[in-house]
C-alpha cells in the first residue's frame, strides 16, 4: 500500500493567517499517461463527513473557496489556506488515487490561535 | 441531489457479521461509472477504505479486509449493501457510503476521489 504522512499533526493558526498543511508519499503519485498528480484533499468538521477539496493535486472541487489551494509533485504535496477563517477549523486529509487500495493520510488537525 | 444514507445495527458483538446498507436518493444508482464505496472511521482515528462495488456488481476490496469482506448492489432497491465478517473491537467504526468521482480511467482501471458521502453509521463492536 503506499503510505502517505501528513506533518503537522496539528497546528494552530490566526485568523486571517496562513495555514499549510504537507503531505508526503512513499511513492510517486505523478502518473505518466496523463501528467497529473494522483493526489487529493479532504476537510472534515466535526460530526461531519470528509468534503472533497481539491483533487489532481491542485485542482479546486466546485464550490470551494479559493482561499484553499493545493500544489506539490511526485511525493512531496502540500495544502494551504490562506486568509484563514473560523469556519476552517477542522481536520484535513490528503488521499491517493494513483494506485488500488487508495489511501488516506493520518489527518492534520487545525485549530484557531 | 444525490443523498446517501447509511442504516444497519449500531451493536455487533464480536465474532459476528456486520451487515450496513446504503440507500441513494436523488440520483441513478444504475450509472455507469461509478463505484460505489464504503469507507470507515475509527472514534478518534483517520479515513480508511473499505471496498468499491460498480452497478453490474464488480467489485474491488481492500487487501486487509478481503477474506471477511462482501459487497452487493441492488439497483431494483435503489441501495448497494456490506458484509463484514468475523468481527472484532476493531471494527468499531463510524462507516460511510459514498459515491466517487471518476477523474481517470486506463487499461488498469478506474481512478477516483469521493464527492457524495453519508451522514456515517456508528458500529460498535461489543459483547
Known amino acids: 500500500d503506499v503510505v502517505m504522512t501528513q506533518s503537522p499533526d496539528s497546528l494552530a493558526v490566526s485568523v486571517g493567517e496562513t495555514a499549510t498543511i504537507s503531505c508526503k508519499s512513499n511513492q510517486s503519485l505523478l502518473h505518466s499517461s496523463n501528467n497529473e498528480n494522483f493526489l487529493g484533499w479532504y476537510q472534515q468538521k466535526g460530526g461531519q463527513p470528509p468534503n472533497l477539496l481539491i483533487y489532481?493535486?491542485?485542482t479546486r472541487q466546485s464550490g470551494v473557496p479559493d482561499r484553499f489551494s493545493g500544489s506539490g509533485s511526485g511525493t512531496d504535496f502540500t495544502l494551504t489556506i490562506s486568509s484563514l477563517q473560523a469556519e476552517d477549523v477542522a481536520v484535513y486529509y490528503c488521499q491517493q488515487y494513483y494506485t488500488s487500495p487508495p489511501t488516506f493520510g493520518q489527518g492534520t488537525k487545525l485549530e484557531i490561535k | 441531489q444525490l443523498q446517501l444514507q447509511e442504516s444497519g445495527p449500531g451493536l455487533v458483538k464480536p465474532s459476528e457479521t456486520l451487515s450496513l446498507t446504503c440507500t441513494v436518493s436523488?440520483?441513478?444508482?444504475?450509472?455507469?461509472?461509478?463505484?460505489w464505496s464504503w469507507i470507515r472511521q475509527p472514534p478518534g482515528k483517520g479515513l480508511e477504505w473499505i471496498g468499491s462495488?460498480?452497478?453490474?456488481?464488480?467489485?474491488s476490496y481492500s487487501p486487509s479486509l478481503k477474506s471477511r469482506l462482501t459487497m452487493s448492489v441492488d439497483t431494483s432497491r435503489k441501495h448497494f449493501s456490506l458484509k463484514l465478517t468475523s468481527v472484532t473491537a476493531a471494527d468499531t467504526a463510524v462507516y460511510y457510503c459514498?459515491?466517487?468521482?471518476?477523474?481517470?480511467?486506463?487499461?488498469?482501471?478506474?481512478?477516483?476521489?469521493?464527492?457524495?458521502w453519508g451522514h456515517g453509521h456508528l458500529v460498535t463492536v461489543s459483547s
Open positions: 489532481w493535486a491542485s
Open positions: 459514498a459515491r466517487p468521482k471518476t477523474l481517470y480511467y486506463d487499461r488498469s482501471g478506474f481512478y477516483y476521489v469521493w464527492v457524495n
Open positions: 436523488g440520483g441513478s444508482i444504475s450509472s455507469s461509472g461509478h463505484f
Open positions: 462495488v460498480d452497478n453490474s456488481g464488480s467489485t
